[in-house]
Antibody, heavy 116, light 111 residues
Framework: EVQLVESGGGLVQPGGSLRLSCVAS????????MTWVRQAPGKGLEWVAN????????YYVDSVKGRFTISRDNAKNSLYLEMNSLRVEDTAVYYC?????????WGQGTLVTVSS | DIVMTQTPLSSPVTLGQPASISCRSS???????????LSWLQQRPGQPPRLLIY???NRFSGVPDRFSGSGAGTDFTLKISRVEAEDVGVYYC????????FGGGTKVEIK
């Protein structure tokens, strides 16, 4: 059974930084693209970033380019999202998901709150 | 960017009756490899999204057969043949033909 468990969320001030982690089990992690998707409180879903299985290719939504970095450690079955220069509008639940034809298996999410 | 538009915003349904959700994309979702990467997600209250349907009409692992998807090009539909109480939630279409964009969501609730 595929399981994805996110951690690292919390309260941070505008301009601050946070690093999210996602540990995967039940899959051959290095074979899959992985993705981060976020959901602002009471709002819809927004794709944030993707990373190829070997980490060689990364894509980002325009609103986070230059501020967020997606990475992975296949030896630890782990996916990361380094978030810098955080803004109030980055407040959301952040989900990691495995990508096959698109996001298929999703984690439970971790809440990031950016507020002073 | 491909824009996904869902209708209706809300769908009150009687238990045991069918429900239908439409999704329209701003451009064709046919990929250069010939596939159409249109999927449907369900998000129950307080839960993460769950994949129901991928590539228009393929049910994901463990999804009941009362859920079905259809469509082509830019117009797609999710149907629930007989709504059950556990189907309450928000349903999203999403395209992965060109990166990833989501529809705005349709709330399914019981009358």
């Amino acid at each position: 059974e595929v399981q994805l468990v996110e951690s690292g969320g919390g309260l941070v001030q505008p301009g601050g930084s946070l690093r999210l982690s996602c540990v995967a089990s039940g899959l051959t992690f290095s074979r899959f693209w992985m993705t981060w998707v976020r959901q602002a409180p009471g709002k819809g879903l927004e794709w944030v970033a993707n990373i190829k299985g070997d980490g060689s290719v990364r894509y980002y939504v325009d609103s986070v380019k230059g501020r967020f970095t997606i990475s992975r450690d296949n030896a630890k079955n782990s996916l990361y999202l380094e978030m810098n220069s955080l803004r109030v509008e980055d407040t959301a639940v952040y989900y990691c998901a495995r990508w096959d034809y698109g996001p298929d298996y999703w984690g439970q999410g971790t809440l990031v709150t950016v507020s002073s | 960017d491909i824009v996904m538009t869902q209708t209706p915003l809300s769908s009150p349904v009687t238990l045991g009756q069918p429900a239908s959700i439409s999704c329209r994309s701003s451009q064709s979702l046919v990929h250069y490899d010939g596939n159409t990467y249109l999927s449907w997600l369900q998000q129950r209250p307080g839960q993460p999204p769950r994949l129901l349907i991928y590539k228009i009409s393929n049910r994901f692992s463990g999804v009941p057969d009362r859920f079905s998807g259809s469509g082509a090009g830019t117009d797609f539909t999710l149907k629930i043949s007989r709504v059950e109480a556990e189907d309450v939630g928000v349903y999203y279409c999403m395209q992965t033909t060109q990166f990833l964009t989501f529809g705005g969501g349709t709330k399914v609730e019981i009358k």
